[in-house]
């Protein structure tokens, strides 16, 4: 099953895909799905950012094997980083280079605390494409990850939600400007995606809505303003954004 959040003109809202049209419904977090009666066709809908979180985490060193000899960590990425399918990523160009991380993000569904692997998935909605922008010339200068991780634009997710998808075994794909730059799959991330629930729930609550970004599968590829990114999970779908220069970036030293 696939959800979204869709523009209306009532304002966002969300939906569940039902043949050729969005049906419009209450809460995509309720159990039992209620519909509104509105409907809008594929061609003529706006989608937004999929969830609309108030935590957004991602996995650390996690792109492959060799990762899971270091213990697992997380970094934080604030919320106001979330934009949606066409909406721009914003690099300051006087801040060094910029990587495009294709990732796939959960996003759940309940509140989870302290759950063992075998709980994490009554606790998760589905899943969708993360983009995890990172400024990696700022990675030396700064081990918190805040100037790395929070620039405007810099955690597009979409284009829908996936309920019904294989985590551990999911191909994610990369291209620029229409050229593939990048391929992996989550097989090959050092932590899988219940084990990564399980770690951070030992020291925070997700709640409805929340995303884990659960890591870059050698997935990363540089960008610079002008260009166009493309990050294909077949499963969900193609999230695309296009990647600009902040208005008044600062000159490059």
């Not at 998808?165 to 291209?175: G, K, L, M």
Request: aromatic content about 4%.
């Amino acid at each position: 099953m696939k959800l979204a959040r869709i523009s209306t003109v009532h304002g966002p809202a969300p939906a569940v895909l039902e043949g050729e049209s969005w049906a419009v419904i209450r809460d995509m977090f309720d159990t039992e799905l209620i519909k509104t009666g509105e409907r809008i066709p594929l061609a003529q809908a706006r989608l937004l950012a999929p969830t609309v979180p108030r935590i957004v985490l991602g996995m650390a060193h996690n792109s492959g094997p060799e990762d899971r000899k270091i213990p697992p960590q997380a970094f934080s990425k604030s919320s106001r980083t979330v934009v949606g399918p066409g909406s721009p990523i914003e690099i300051d160009t006087g801040l060094g280079a910029v990587n495009i991380e294709g990732e796939l993000a959960i996003v759940f569904r309940n509140f989870a605390r302290r759950l063992s692997p075998e709980e994490v998935p009554a606790a998760i909605l589905g899943a969708t494409i993360g983009n995890d922008v990172t400024a990696i010339d700022q990675i030396p200068l700064d081990e918190k990850m805040t100037q790395v991780k929070n620039g405007d634009g810099f955690t597009p997710l979409g284009p829908v939600i996936e309920t019904d998808i294989s985590w551990d075994n999911a191909p994610i794909d990369v291209a620029i400007d229409g050229v593939q730059a990048a391929s992996g799959s989550t097989a090959g991330l050092a932590w899988t995606i219940a084990e990564q629930v399980s770690y951070l729930t030992k020291y925070l609550t997700f709640g409805p809505g929340d995303v884990l970004l659960t890591g870059s599968p050698q997935t990363a590829a540089p960008v610079m303003p002008g260009q166009n990114v493309s990050i294909t999970i077949p499963q969900i779908g193609t999230l695309e954004n296009p990647v600009v220069a902040l208005s008044g970036s600062a000159s490059q030293s």
